[in-house]
């Protein structure tokens, strides 16, 4: 016979780990059923009770009085204080186990039970407890409903685990840890030798397995508030503290989640699953019931088979996926984790047969009209790892399918940064990969408990900054759910829901100081006054705006000095472009923190926003009043006060370019460029000669070329640029000199890729000569019908280009930065 997880979590609770003295360091990013004997062989159910028999009301109401107990102590939502939350949940959350009746099984093929209303809540079906008709039970590949005495039947197998469905209106139990308790693991033979023990030999199949359930109508509620936490990942003792006196002291103090309670979506451990005992005391300390999902640190990584990965997990938090239903909304928790076990030490996001075949019944059993919340550790798709399958789901498009026409959302975990993406969003390597030209509905990466995996300088609290690797804070994703809707929120830990976003400025002396530590394995020195720029330097500065839940749909308003509020422009678009990455896209506050402290580097982000600085601000302070508002029209405020300097903050220094080597190929044409300042380079020290060129990028050398008195419109002449572009005064010139005309949708397109071709058209407008257009053409693959033949041929009438050794122009290919170069020092030779 096992041993009760009761009865080890009471030994070990004497022994709980103290708080040790933090120590310093730097960390590389890396990406259970208790059996409960009957007294007396189960009675038949006299009447079976509907798996919804109770009348949604408004989450406030205190839960009815049961033949056992009345509640009269507040509930944890109507608590006001710490201590009221955790003593009105003690008071009414329903504890127990599974029932589990052991015996001589006449049909070991089959699994049977009953799930039934545990009406005094003893995790025993009484004589006079109802079953409940209509609740769905699985064995995690085949899905029944209970018939009206509750009773359903499965096919057994060894190594399943059957678990029931929280119909809406219920709860299952949670043990003295707050762990739900809805399952059985069935191992006759236990598992095989692992480090962490895995799961104990159950023996024969039990006679029946009974899921008890205990009515809850705030349950049922339309409105329901459901915390979901990523990454808790504590490798050691220590950091288990950490997330004791942070995250996990929040949660203790919060209430309002009783009913649905707090889903932690994987990598629940980091790699020692011995750690489980003492992550449980963390679920200990909270107001409401607490369900895992496993990641890839949650595995027994000495398994020599897929089918025990997960033994140590499952023996100690859970099963490997599942679903449960709270108010109007299904959760579907899912294991998404697949390791090879063949040598290659590299997991995949990726979800076996026998799961999808489960999750194909789940969806088809789920009313249309419910929203379905699709959990998973990794990411179905996301935005930090875009680069490759591994950090993203191979069934992903399957799953798109199952969910079609329903309303649904995506979360996640895994990245350790925040990530919230909507419907209709689209990133180039999503098609390129998974064959998903945007997201059907939204997706959102939850960000980590541990942050960065605990890194950072010590706080007065007890626990490090650990800034995620997008520049955001750890905390824990509120969802809060109106019928199949959902308004999601961000809490940062230690904070009260209010902290939304960093501010700061992105300047030319930051991005030199980030360029020139970037890459260094030693701590950077701190940069030196962060929130200072010189006048010389305004052109080139924005304050940057962090603001940690902005999607698509967000906007983001500044205001300086009291000025009129002018729209930032935020730097991912997500309309089908690349993922933008380097100084130029990074969170300066968050980056001064990360290179002096350790831990990541947040040089990418989904939600940053950037305003550039007006030329015109004089020296002195300045204050910016930073609003943003997320898709769900909630405002949060933020003020910044810097300092304008005369001068310059940059140190000046001789132009020269590690890339650009004298005898190289364009070497004297970029540095025409540099010294007439049309580009000086990137802030690498490099000039990237051969690095394709954008619309927007084009307009800014014709104008740093021309340098021409300009007063940019108040309006835009295209409706994808605004005055937030920090390309709006080339673009908005250009346009005013008709160099571009835009495309008939009346929009610019910034980013897209100039042609050769292109460029020649530009030039040739910015110069307007008069020009005999030739019958034949000076370049072989160049067509008289080509659009740009008349500018191209200009150019070569004039020695701006002379095309290739094979006599080519190729008009089709985009135009390069060292190529843009050569054509403006030959034009420029033209006109002198």
């Not at 799961?199 to 009974?210: K, M, Q, Y």
Request: charged share 20%; with cysteine; proline share 6%.
């Amino acid at each position: 016979m096992r041993t009760s997880v009761i009865a080890l979590l009471v030994s070990r609770r004497s022994s709980r780990p103290s708080c040790h003295t933090p120590t310093r360091r730097a960390r590389p990013a890396r990406l259970c059923s208790t059996q409960h004997p009957a007294p007396f062989p189960l009675s038949p159910a006299v009447t079976a009770a509907a798996a919804t028999p109770v009348t949604a009301s408004p989450v406030t109401t205190q839960k009815t009085e049961t033949a056992q107990t009345a509640q009269t102590a507040p509930t944890a939502e109507t608590a006001e204080t710490t201590e009221q939350a955790g003593a009105a949940w003690d008071e009414s959350a329903f504890r127990g186990a599974v029932e589990v009746i052991e015996g001589t099984n006449e049909t070991p093929e089959i699994l049977e039970g009953v799930v039934f209303d545990d009406q005094n809540q003893n995790s025993t079906q009484d004589q006079d407890e109802p079953g409940i008709a209509d609740v769905t039970v699985s064995n995690g590949r085949d899905v029944v409903t209970t018939d009206e005495d509750g009773a359903y039947e499965l096919p057994a197998f060894d190594n399943m685990t059957a678990f029931v469905t929280q119909p809406a209106g219920y709860q299952v139990p949670v043990d003295e840890d707050n762990v739900a308790q809805f399952h059985y693991n069935h191992l006759p033979e236990g598992s095989p030798e692992l480090k962490y023990g895995g799961l104990e030999p159950t023996g024969p199949l039990p006679d029946a397995v009974n899921f008890p359930l205990s009515q809850d109508e705030d349950a049922a509620a339309s409105t329901q508030e459901c915390l979901v936490g990523g990454d808790v990942q504590t490798y050691t003792e220590e950091e288990i503290e950490y997330a004791r006196a942070g995250a996990f002291a929040d949660l203790a103090a919060r209430s309002g989640y009783e009913n649905c309670g707090a889903l932690f979506v994987g990598d629940v451990a980091g790699d020692d699953l011995s750690l489980y005992p003492g992550i449980r005391t963390l679920t200990e300390m909270m107001n409401g019931p607490a369900r895992f999902l496993p990641g890839n640190h949650d595995i027994d990584f000495d398994a020599t088979e897929q089918e025990h990965a997960f033994d140590s997990y499952r023996a100690g938090l859970g099963p490997e996926y599942y679903s449960y239903d709270v108010g109007d909304a299904h959760f579907v928790a899912l294991n998404n984790v697949e390791y090879p076990f063949s040598g290659d030490t590299q997991y995949n996001g990726a979800i076996d047969e026998e799961q999808m075949e489960w999750l194909r019944q789940d969806i088809a059993n789920t009313p249309e009209d419910k929203l379905v919340v699709i959990a998973a550790h990794i990411p179905l798709l996301g935005f930090a790892d875009q680069g490759g399958t591994q950090h993203q789901t191979d069934q992903v498009k399957e799953i798109y399918e199952l969910l079609e026409g329903r309303e649904a959302i995506s979360l996640a975990g895994h990245v350790h940064a925040i990530e919230n993406m909507r419907e209709g969003d689209s990133l180039a390597s999503w098609k390129e990969l998974f064959d998903v030209d945007e997201l059907p509905f939204p997706h959102l990466t939850v960000g980590a408990i541990s942050g960065d995996w605990y890194s950072g300088e010590m706080l007065d609290g007890g626990y490090p900054t650990a800034l995620q690797r997008d520049g955001a804070y750890p905390g824990v994703l509120t969802m809060d759910i109106e019928g199949n809707q959902v308004s999601e929120s961000f809490t940062r830990t230690g904070d009260d829901g209010s902290d939304q976003m960093s501010v700061g400025l992105n300047t030319p002396a930051y991005r030199g100081w980030f360029e020139e530590h970037i890459d260094s394995e030693d701590a950077a020195p701190e940069f030196e006054n962060p929130l200072t720029v010189g006048q010389d330097d305004l052109a080139d500065t924005w304050l940057t705006t962090n603001f940690f839940m902005g999607a698509t749909g967000s906007t983001v308003e500044v205001s300086v000095d009291g000025g009129e509020a002018v729209a930032a422009e935020r730097t991912q678009q997500m309309q089908g472009e690349e993922q933008l990455v380097g100084a130029e896209y990074s969170d300066p506050t968050a980056v001064q923190e990360q290179l002096v402290h350790g831990g990541s580097v947040a040089d990418r982000t989904s939600h940053l926003w950037r305003l550039p600085l007006s030329e015109g601000l004089e020296a002195g302070e300045h204050t910016a009043e930073v609003t943003a508002t997320d898709v769900h029209g909630n405002v949060s405020t933020e003020s910044l006060t810097f300092e304008v300097t005369e001068g310059s903050t940059e140190p000046e220094e001789p132009i020269t370019f590690s890339d650009n080597p004298e005898g190289s190929a364009f070497y004297a044409p970029v540095q025409w460029m540099a010294s007439n300042s049309i580009s000086t380079g990137y802030t690498d020290g490099t000039f990237r000669k051969y690095r394709d060129v954008t619309r927007a990028e084009t307009t800014a050398f014709l104008h740093r070329y021309v340098k021409p008195e300009f007063e940019a419109p108040e309006q835009s002449p295209f409706e994808d640029v605004t005055d937030a572009n920090s390309f709006y005064d080339p673009i908005t010139w250009a346009a005013a000199e008709e160099i571009t005309l835009g495309y008939a949708d009346n929009t610019f397109q910034p980013y897209q890729s100039v042609t050769r071709g292109e460029f020649a058209t530009f030039l040739y407008r910015l110069d307007a000569p008069e020009h005999t257009v030739p019958e034949d053409t000076p370049f072989e693959d160049l067509n008289t019908g080509n659009i740009h033949y008349e500018a191209i041929t200009w150019l070569a009438s004039q020695g701006i280009t002379i095309g290739d050794t094979q006599g080519h122009f190729n008009a089709a290919d985009p135009v390069t930065r060292g190529e843009i170069s050569a054509f403006l020092e030959r034009y420029d030779n033209t006109q002198n």
